[in-house]
């Protein structure tokens, strides 16, 4: 076997990413292997040809305990790009392990936005710590910052951008550009402010680069513009930028002033956070992440369950009023959780349409009442086809057509409850103004339990079915 | 009262965006208004200052049958962008009633990506007197478009782009992007090819405006590059996008050759959707858009309530097997759902956490162990609480020690398999290949019901409680 052979089975044997891009087992194993054996430079041999993003992911991927022995190994790489690129929970743990020195050294080294993604979430001492070993400049930027609201614009803005005044040709600005060493080097929009420094338009530097030298910025900026006051929500942020295709736009203050500026891929990462959320709002996840420690997860969840054992207690107190009834057919006892299940179900679907058409801003004022009434039709078919299917698998199983008919029209109704409380309660909730995902799902299965418990037997016992 | 006061009052009475950039109901409602009464031009007036993404949210919010007489009285307005902006039904439903050449007529002005998009959701035959109403150079473009697999890089993919060749200098290419009117204006980054066009590096325009004339291309650009194959899957783009922080991207074919280019504007769009259907895949509510036609939603939903009753079918036979024990003591009876109920929370909160780890490939192969110990630790701790909180409850309420200790350990043992449901269950079915999402939910409330009902009853028997 020749060498060059010999090297291609090696790779083979640990290729460091599998189809889909993420970091094989074997690679991670190896990487791993060599720093516990000591050799880091070996650990280090491995992961060199990783991209930043990729580094993340490996501490990500490796088990908690190994971790501060693979920073140590890999201390020349974690650079300011892998950490704006780990995990909030690894992250924060990481950098529990350094001292104020180092972390200030990292953020130093980023835009403004990620800097303050990583100090944030830091202990208030150990922030302050940060804070006064920061140099004046960066400190003072990062301050203001985290003045602004958590999740809101002035958290997301970096300070770096690009502002020019309108009486300059395209000649003018390559040249400033080109002259000025200090600039930011990666945007992707030139501002065009006023002499108050408010923007007045907006540069496309695809235009810029078009267009002959001599020809006035004022001719080729375009005017209309979305401009994002620095209190906005991230979440709103987001639609903006969704609604109007940006690639980056202008933050102002109040008095309209340019204060930042926030880019798409900032918005991609909440994006993807906001719009995955709903999901774990809707069980009471919580955070949902699986790097989160086990304490957090326990307290973010139990307080949900709990919440849901007393509205459990509601849909048993239900039960309890038929006690009698029950006894006398226990059959009845076998069939109520199809009614109160199904009708869960048909509810949560409603539900989860209903959070979703909110949070894209599909689902609004104007169209709610058509949106109900739309949900009602759809429960109204559903709740036909399952009432007809229960109903003559009961009549035939148990011999009696009776029940079969109780369970039916039980079916129907709560199906049809359950259409209008997944639809009624987040539009209520977005109407309080409190975020219709996290409480909906409890009221809801709430009300499907309950009413599909009372309904059944409630039927039951005066339809003369238990005599 | 002062003309301008007057304007004031009907400005204020009329806003045509809420705080959260919605349109207004009274906003609607007055386009609609003057459509109605025959006032194309007034509806037009109100209509013109919108920016194509409000047009098109004003079709989404108006009823269905006033959307025709909308389209006529604003037919000069409905540009390309409108259309592109649109959601998928609405738009759909309003090219039914445009003749193929009008509609050839507005793909015709979009990019190819924008112009898939409107033309892949077209009936067949509709779709073939489309292209053939194209020009020969955008029904080339289309038809290879639309050669590739839906929700694949080739249908994302513009075909307008900027690709040069690395001898030229930073002066080279300005002369010639100035020279060129027949070249695209909108682009991000500018791609280098080698001979066989093949791409070979990257240049940011950030870089190329602030670099001399004279210098080479190949000094100035990126080598490394993130090359999507155009057969990759959309979410796989998106999460390449997010993971690197692309603003664009190459297309290439099986040879490597640059055929488009896929923009980070395209992919908002994708995050957006991919991260926001998992919540409606969990409860099967299909594609879950509000303006779905009626049936399409029915058909959707309807097949997983019919799985879903008959999982539920399962659970109520596991009930039947302990008819006996229930007739002694219908307590039991009263109490069953509630160990079922908070279970079933329970797994889908493990499930929703699982579901979006995969999804952002968080959880791989190299750490599924782990986040399997770590739920079953979270629902120990969940378990355990719960448990002597219902214990308690149960106890005293009904004067039964025995049977607060039934339930209490029914709890505990259903929240442990719930736990490991909601993990063990995505996790499968990734490696099946399978959809973690889809048919997760079903499996985990089936787990949740049967071993609730099974636990309970079966300790409720077996401990002597009923005597």
């Known amino acids: 076997m020749s060498e060059s052979e010999l090297a291609a089975t090696d790779a083979a044997v640990e290729p460091s990413h599998d189809d889909e891009d993420r970091l094989t087992p074997a690679f991670v194993a190896a990487v791993l292997d060599r720093v516990e054996a000591g050799d880091d430079e070996g650990a280090r041999a491995l992961?060199?040809?990783?991209?930043?993003?990729d580094i993340a992911d490996l501490f990500e991927v490796a088990p908690e305990e190994r971790r501060p022995a693979l920073a140590t190994a890999l201390a020349e790489m974690l650079d300011a790009d892998v950490f704006?690129?780990?995990?909030?929970?690894?992250?924060?743990?990481?950098?529990?392990?350094?001292d104020a020195h180092q972390v200030a050294d990292i953020a130093g080294q980023l835009d403004t936005d990620d800097a303050v993604a990583i100090i944030e979430d830091l202990e208030e001492d150990e922030q302050r710590a940060v804070l006064r070993a920061l140099d004046p400049d960066d400190r003072a930027a990062i301050?203001?910052?985290?003045?602004?609201?958590?999740?809101?614009?002035?958290?997301?803005?970096?300070?770096?951008?690009i502002a020019v005044r309108e009486n300059m040709t395209v000649g003018d600005l390559l040249d400033y550009l080109r002259s000025n060493e200090d600039l930011t080097t990666d945007f992707w929009e030139?501002?065009?402010?006023?002499?108050?420094?408010?923007p007045i338009g907006t540069l496309r530097l695809s235009w810029v680069l078009r267009t002959p030298r001599t020809i006035q910025l004022a001719d080729v900026m375009q005017r209309e513009q979305t401009l994002i006051p620095v209190d906005m929500d991230q979440e709103e942020v987001a639609l903006r930028f969704q609604k109007y295709g940006l690639i980056s736009a202008a933050v102002v203050d109040q008095a309209g002033?340019?204060?930042?500026?926030?880019?798409?891929?900032?918005?991609?990462?909440?994006?993807?956070?906001?719009?995955?959320e709903d999901v774990l709002k809707l069980s009471g996840a919580g955070d949902g992440d699986i790097n989160e420690p086990v304490l957090d997860s326990y307290r973010a969840r139990v307080r949900w369950l709990v919440v849901n054992l007393a509205t459990a207690l509601v849909a048993s107190?239900?039960?309890?009023?038929?006690?009698?009834?029950?006894?006398?057919?226990?059959?009845?006892?076998?069939?109520?959780?199809?009614?109160?299940?199904?009708?869960?179900?048909?509810?949560?679907q409603t539900l989860a349409v209903t959070v979703r058409a909110l949070a894209t801003n599909q689902l609004t004022r104007t169209n709610r009442w058509r949106a109900v009434m739309r949900e009602i039709r759809v429960a109204l078919l559903n709740g036909a086809t399952i009432a007809v299917v229960i109903g003559l698998c009961v009549s035939l199983v148990f011999q009696n057509p009776l029940l079969g008919v109780v369970i039916a029209t039980a079916m129907l109704a709560n199906i049809v409850i359950a259409g209008l409380a997944g639809v009624l309660v987040p539009l209520t909730l977005e109407r309080l103004k409190a975020d219709p995902a996290v409480a909906s799902s409890i009221f809801v299965t709430m009300t499907t339990d309950s009413m599909g418990f009372f309904v059944f037997l409630g039927l039951a016992a005066a339809s003369g079915l238990v005599g």
């Open 47 to 53: 992961v060199a040809p990783l991209h930043p993003a």
């Open 84 to 98: 704006a690129e780990m995990n909030d929970w690894v992250r924060e743990a990481l950098l529990d392990e350094l």
């Open 143 to 161: 301050e203001e910052a985290l003045s602004y609201p958590e999740e809101s614009a002035g958290r997301l803005m970096q300070r770096e951008l």
């Open 190 to 198: 030139i501002f065009v402010v006023d002499p108050a420094h408010r």
């Open 257 to 276: 002033r340019l204060v930042g500026m926030i880019t798409v891929d900032d918005i991609l990462h909440i994006v993807q956070e906001e719009a995955g």
């Open 317 to 348: 107190s239900i039960i309890s009023l038929f006690e009698g009834t029950i006894q006398r057919m226990v059959a009845l006892a076998t069939l109520m959780p199809i009614v109160a299940g199904v009708g869960g179900n048909a509810g949560t």
